[in-house]
């Protein structure tokens, strides 16, 4: 158990709807990442925040967006879903957001879109 | 840019076995590499990083990873397999001194251990 946790599991869900993922770090991690995992695409990174403000932006759609809360969990919301927005969804958190820090990941969301 | 390649999608070992899984990368400037490991509907689990000094770095789980400079390879060891290795290895990479800790994965390597 990584100390990282994300809800819900599982999301099954419509095309053209709106799906908020939910990520709380491990205790005393500043930085969160998410990453989207899919059996084409790969590991990809989408973005980072650290301590409430984005630090780095990857292959993110405009549809996507994300935010770190005070309390520093963060949630990843996703809109006007297609099917090919069906993946598994990972946030990972670290203590400082550098460059020697390890991430740790929790154990994702599935979403699938029908 | 950084990138790494995993050159193998599969790799077959028997238990008791050394095993390799294959790692190089490119990126300018000092790496700092990462293996993780992802079993069935889990997330990804660290086991080891290298980030300077000795080019041996020992991890979770009794392995090991060899950064070769001059080859652009952080391969992952271990001197006997067991079974339950069996799972996908991840290897990742970011640039030393970005200020950022962006990680690129590699597209993963399936290890089947066999019994």
């Known amino acids: 158990d990584s100390g990282v946790t994300q809800t819900p599991k599982h999301l099954i869900t419509a095309t053209g709807q709106r799906v908020t993922l939910r990520c709380s770090p491990r205790s005393g991690d500043l930085s969160v990442y998410w990453y989207q995992q899919s059996l084409d695409q790969g590991l990809q990174f989408l973005i980072q925040y650290y301590n409430g403000e984005e630090r780095a932006k990857g292959n993110i759609l405009e549809r996507f967006s994300a935010q770190q809360f005070p309390d520093l969990h963060s949630e990843l919301n996703l809109s006007s879903l297609e099917l090919g927005d069906s993946a598994l969804y990972f946030c990972a958190s670290s203590p400082q957001g550098q460059g020697t820090d390890t991430q740790y990941f929790g154990p994702g969301t599935r979403l699938t879109v029908l | 840019a950084q990138s790494v390649a995993q050159p193998e999608d599969q790799v077959n070992v028997a238990e008791g076995n050394p095993l390799t899984v294959k790692c190089t990368y490119s990126?300018?400037?000092?790496?700092?590499l990462f293996w993780y490991v992802q079993y069935p509907n889990r997330g990804l689990q660290f086991l080891l990083k290298y980030i300077t000094g000795d080019n041996l770095v020992k991890g979770s789980y009794g392995f090991e990873a060899e950064f070769n400079k001059s080859q652009t390879s952080f391969h992952l060891k271990k001197p006997s397999a067991l079974v339950s290795d069996s799972a996908l290895y991840f290897c990742?990479?970011?640039?030393?001194?970005?200020?950022?800790?962006?990680?690129?994965f590699g597209k993963g390597t399936m290890l089947l251990v066999s019994p």
């Open positions: 990126v300018s400037g000092n790496p700092y």
């Open positions: 990742a990479v970011r640039r030393g001194n970005s200020g950022y800790s962006t990680l690129t």
